[in-house]
């Protein structure tokens, strides 16, 4: 009996020592994080109606844009290219570069890939999407936790890309927001859903890139994305 109520006191400290080990570790990385790098990187950059593929065009309507009746026409008319692109030469992609050749009011295509963190950054968590237009001039996006819903000019998610004033394309992007990334993996699925919009330039070949902000895990939450723009 004195010898189990032995063990139980035992069994006891070491879970506390356990505990007091993993709170310890919590408060060491807490303390590491504000001055830790963030550094994520695209993989498996993946595409709809791909260039040279002769595939049929998907459109959707438009006014309002939505991204849940997109169809398959019997037309052949635009296409899709996307690619990764390592802006900072180490050998992983941060951006996205996508170019939608002979884009027309309804085209729709979707860009997917996988975000995983860089060995040697700290654990993050997916905080704004940036768009940029071919001149590089950036438009950030802060978007609504949970917010995968559809996307109209309201909600400022309709990008003009040459800065005429109108809208060219609206996104539809299935954020991952909130989810822990952590070195190592494992990925967080990226997709954006585009359509082109009645703004665009006619018969034109529109380009841009994706990029993704990152925040440090626990940051996140008291920085949580607010509004829709700016
Ligand atoms: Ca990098
Ligand atoms: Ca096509
Ligand atoms: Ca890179
Ligand atoms: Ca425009």
Redesign the pocket.
Known sequence: MRLSILLGVVIALVLASIAYAAFTELLVVRGTVSTGKL???FSNVEYDDRCGSASQDINVPLNPVNFYQATTTDRDVGCTEARGV???D?G?Y?DILVTLVNAYPGYYTSIRSYVLL?SDSIPAKQWRLVIASADGSRVYYKIYENNVSLISDSDGLSVDLDGDGDYDIAIHWSDNLGDLLTPGGPAARFEVKIAVLEGAPEDSTLQFRFHLELIQWNAYKANTPQGSSG
């Open positions: 550094d994520a990187y390592d802006t900072d180490d992983v941060e860089t």
